[in-house]
């Protein structure tokens, strides 16, 4: 998997995730003991541009998230792996549309962890054209 510009990067350093931004200074972090989901989404697009994330999710609509691009990821997701005891990482590496994935809890794992929905247009014209090519 090639490091994308700019990805930052990302370790469990004891139990907590912290990401860091490519200059080092840290962009978030959150103990695990906070965690209620983890999961990785996809979307479309890559293949120029971040196209997969790791995704922490604490509440129904709350969640953080970093690129799987990020320096350290192998590291994080076999540490991360040992912590939880997980069977592995059903991740999404070839999905090149809308996707997601819950990795954990494993009474949960291989489920969506997100539902992508499209916008519909408000107008009259606007629907008229997202049935057409929506």
């Given at each position: 998997m090639g490091k994308k510009k700019d990805s930052g990067s990302v370790v469990l350093d004891g139990e907590v995730v912290?990401?860091?931004?490519?200059?080092?200074?840290?962009?978030?972090?959150?103990?695990?003991?906070?965690?209620k989901v983890i999961g990785d989404m996809t979307n479309d697009h890559g293949p120029f541009a971040e196209d997969w994330f790791m995704c922490f999710s604490t509440g129904n609509t709350a969640w953080l998230e970093f690129p799987v691009y990020a320096e350290?990821?192998?590291?994080?997701?076999e540490d991360l792996t040992a912590y939880l005891g997980a069977n592995g990482w059903p991740l999404l590496a070839g999905s090149t549309d809308y996707a997601s994935n819950v990795i954990w809890p494993s009474e949960l794992a291989g489920k969506p962890m997100f539902k992508f929905v499209d916008d519909v247009p408000e107008s009259w014209f606007g629907k008229v054209l997202f049935k057409l090519f929506g």
């Open positions: 912290r990401y860091l931004a490519p200059d080092g200074s840290e962009v978030w972090n959150i103990p695990l003991s906070r965690v350290g990821f192998q590291k994080f997701a």
